[in-house]
């Protein structure tokens, strides 16, 4: 039975069926992707037909990201469609509303700022951004300069959706003069 009858939607309507998350980490290893351990992925859309060519490290976080394999621009003048690998290295982290394009490899301890344009290789201990993407400062000095200012700029430990009416207030204060920084 198609997932879009009528038939099917009173199913999911009463409860006897579930829709399929299609962009679920299960869902993903199902159709070939290979994901490691302790990935996130947020919003995040992977190739549905070509998902089988991306790869993903382990300590990833993906939030609002479109993952392409496949560029269909070769499609009408040539019959068929580029298609390339996406392999993301281990510990990266890449901002919401970015694209990662085919044929592309993220090094690992990357940072990839939101809404960049991944059209070519990340080398390892990188923080990049921009459309196209380009390289801000090594992940180290990232790392490190928010260290340093973890020591001036305020800290709060209360998950976001525990913090009461009272710490939101505090934060929406506190950080009218800068950045902070959240648990």
């Known amino acids: 039975m198609k997932e879009t009858s009528f038939f099917y939607r009173i199913l999911i309507g009463l409860g006897l069926k579930q829709r399929v998350d299609y962009n679920s ?5 199902k159709r070939g ?3 490691g351990e302790n990935v996130h992925l947020y ?9 089988f060519l991306v790869s993903i490290g ?14 269909a621009s070769t499609q009408i003048p040539l019959g068929v469609s580029k298609v390339g690998r996406v392999i993301i290295g281990d510990n990266v982290f890449v901002g919401r509303g970015s694209i990662i394009l085919p044929n592309v490899r993220i090094g690992n301890n990357v940072i990839v700022g939101a809404g960049s344009v991944v059209s070519r290789d990340i080398p390892d201990n990188s923080v990049v951004a921009g ?6 400062c090594s992940y180290n000095d990232y790392v490190d300069r928010h260290r340093q200012n973890m020591e001036t ?11 009461t009416d009272a710490e939101k207030a505090e934060m929406k204060n506190e950080l009218i003069s800068g950045i902070g920084y959240d648990k």
């Open 131 to 136: 459309n196209p993407v380009h390289f801000l």
């Open 25 to 29: 980490i299960e869902e993903l290893r």
């Open 58 to 71: 382990n300590n990833v976080t993906l939030t609002g990201v479109t993952v392409l394999a496949h560029d």
């Open 43 to 51: 919003g995040t859309s992977i190739d549905f037909c070509h998902g």
């Open 33 to 35: 992707v290979e994901i």
């Open 153 to 163: 700029r305020p800290v709060y430990h209360t998950m976001w959706n525990e913090k």
